[in-house]
């Protein structure tokens, strides 16, 4: 049976009963012959406000000629974007998470409202990734995600910089390490031009776990924004796409239970962010595949750590690309078992396939070999206990301490757990709790890059521990622990601690607990009222009303 690549165009143009629809198109130069071949839209997030979506009306020209050389009639349409590195640390980082949810309705409705055959999306800042990809997977026509590329390193004393080294300089400068002027020098220089931030922070995590996952062509995602190459992929991304439409090949054939383990192999080896627990949960909720936190937990154990990737490794994304990129690792992924080689991807290879194919750069030192692994297994791990019975997400790459007991110094928002920081009233031994935070908490589940930056620069990292129902940034490391479930808002255990309770994270034994008993967590949650909603009306609002925990992905639908 062979696939109709206008599928969906024939109801919207096909016909006298039409005429309507063609005459509004050929108002803004449709012509016949257009209109004869299938449809495909290239959504785009493009937005004046952050360099990681500034390239997108660039690439989906190019997109549209590569559609248009393949026999295809092209629409350019965008959506939105927050950008969590300008927003950290103030109330509009709560819009962040919420953005992926109407990414996804955006990009979703105006392709079935406009009955496209295809899609070509185009995602850059950190929630736009997985939003495109869950309205991919909505629709279930022939389509694929390009992501727009890392930004480059900005270089400093011979250290390349990211977005992270702002932070922490941050942190320097409010307990004296750092002068006024150097910070300013650190600030005009992390951040050189277009693209998204250059560690294996949330964007790159996500737009490396897509290409694992199969619906980002492998090795394309990882062309830096600003290199000549990226363009020359836009357009193939265009030619395709067409290629999926004449051989019917939809996300839903791409998107399986081993394909999801694939991402998570990947994310793993590369010592990925922490989002990626959330973003990959709630794409697979969208095609109907079971993926928990303990599916993460499991691939983590046997998944060696091998990319040496910032936050707390040596290298940048571009540094990943210039090695060979995630053809290596997933070529060393399949050389050690650990890779469903046989599942699918959008370039028509099976991933597999796209491994066998890899270039890796002779003598790189970005991607370690599978007998010198940077660790064992994978870059974070997945506790339970007392304070998390439905789980939390803690980020295990980059510092070797296994277990952390001290007593809890409790914030109810972010803003007075920065503050402590910054006032130095933050002590080694602690553990810092920031609640109220969650999906419906804050609402929106703020990042902490905020605090974890100042952390750092306070020289705090090594010797405190933090926990939050809210999130982590990518860029985040030392030991941090996110995603506690149920969060506070809820009634969850985290909402009874008080300061001074003692806090015992083991990585080993994948535990988090306070030393409390169950009578006297029963004693203090009984007396325990929600606070007020923040937010009574508008988007925050009808998203605290209707999204999920954190272990379940926070979707709303």
Not at 156 to 162: A, F, I, K
């Amino acid at each position: 049976m062979t696939f109709d690549p206008r599928h969906n165009s024939r109801t919207l143009l096909d016909g006298p009963d039409r005429a309507p629809a063609r005459a509004m198109l050929k108002a803004i130069g449709f012509k016949d012959e257009d209109l004869a071949r299938p449809l495909v839209g290239v959504a785009h997030c493009w937005i004046e406000v952050m360099p990681c979506n500034i390239n997108h009306r660039t690439l989906a020209e190019r997109v549209k000629e590569g559609v248009r050389a393949a026999g295809g009639t092209p629409i350019e349409y965008n959506t939105i974007g927050i950008s969590d590195g300008i927003s950290m640390g103030t109330e509009g980082m709560k819009t962040s998470l919420v953005s992926r949810e109407v990414v996804a309705d955006s990009v979703e409705l105006v392709a079935r409202g406009h009955l496209f055959d295809g899609l070509v999306a185009i995602s850059g800042c950190d929630k736009t990734i997985p939003g495109t990809v869950m309205a991919l997977a909505r629709l279930n026509i022939p389509g694929l995600m390009l992501y727009s590329g890392s930004t480059a390193f900005g270089e400093y004393e011979g250290r390349h910089l990211t977005i992270q080294d702002v932070f922490e300089a941050v942190g320097a400068y409010n307990v004296g390490k750092m002068p006024s002027e150097e910070l300013r020098v650190i600030e005009n220089c992390a951040c050189p031009g277009a693209g998204a931030c250059g560690g294996q922070f949330t964007a790159n995590t996500m737009s490396t776990a897509f290409e694992m996952l199969g619906i980002s062509p492998m090795g394309w995602n990882g062309v830096p924004a600003t290199d000549t190459r990226k363009e020359e992929v836009a357009f193939e991304s265009g030619k395709l796409v067409m290629e999926l439409l004449r051989h019917g090949i939809t996300p839903k054939q791409i998107l399986t239970r081993n394909a999801f383990r694939n991402a998570i192999a990947g994310v793993m080896a590369t010592g990925g962010s922490t989002n990626a627990v959330l973003h990959l949960i709630a794409v697979a909720k969208v095609v109907g595949v079971k993926l928990s936190l303990d599916d993460f937990d499991r691939i983590s154990r046997k998944t060696p750590l091998l990319a040496d990737l910032k936050p707390w490794g040596r290298f940048t994304a571009p540094d990943m690309y210039m090695a060979g990129g995630m053809p290596v690792v997933a070529k060393r992924l399949l050389d050690a078992g650990l890779l469903y080689a046989d599942e699918l991807t959008v370039t028509g290879k099976t991933i597999g396939e796209e491994a066998l194919g890899a270039r890796e750069t002779p003598l790189q030192e970005v991607i370690m070999p599978l007998n010198r692994p940077l660790k064992p297994t994978g870059g974070m791990v997945i506790l339970k206990g007392n304070l998390a019975p439905e789980g939390c997400v803690a980020k295990v790459a980059g510092h070797e301490r296994m277990i952390h007991r001290g007593p809890a110094r409790v914030f109810n928002r972010e803003e007075d757990a920065f503050t402590a920081v910054k006032a130095g009233k933050i002590k080694a031994g602690d553990v810092i709790v920031i609640r109220y935070e969650g999906p419906k908490g804050g609402p929106g589940m703020r990042e902490m890059l905020g605090v974890t930056g100042a952390l750092g620069g306070a020289g705090l990292l090594d010797s405190v521990a933090l926990m939050t129902d809210g999130r982590f940034s990518g860029a985040t490391h030392g030991l941090m622990v996110g995603h506690v479930a149920p969060e506070a808002a809820a009634g969850g255990p985290i909402a009874a601690l008080r300061n001074g309770d003692i806090v015992v994270l083991d990585i080993k034994k994948r535990r988090l607990d306070a030393e409390l008993s169950a009578a006297e967590f029963k004693r203090r949650l009984r007396t325990w009222k929600p606070p007020a909603p923040r937010y009574k009306s508008g988007v925050m609002a009808k998203y605290a009303r209707v999204v999920s925990s954190a272990s379940e992905g926070a979707v709303t639908d």
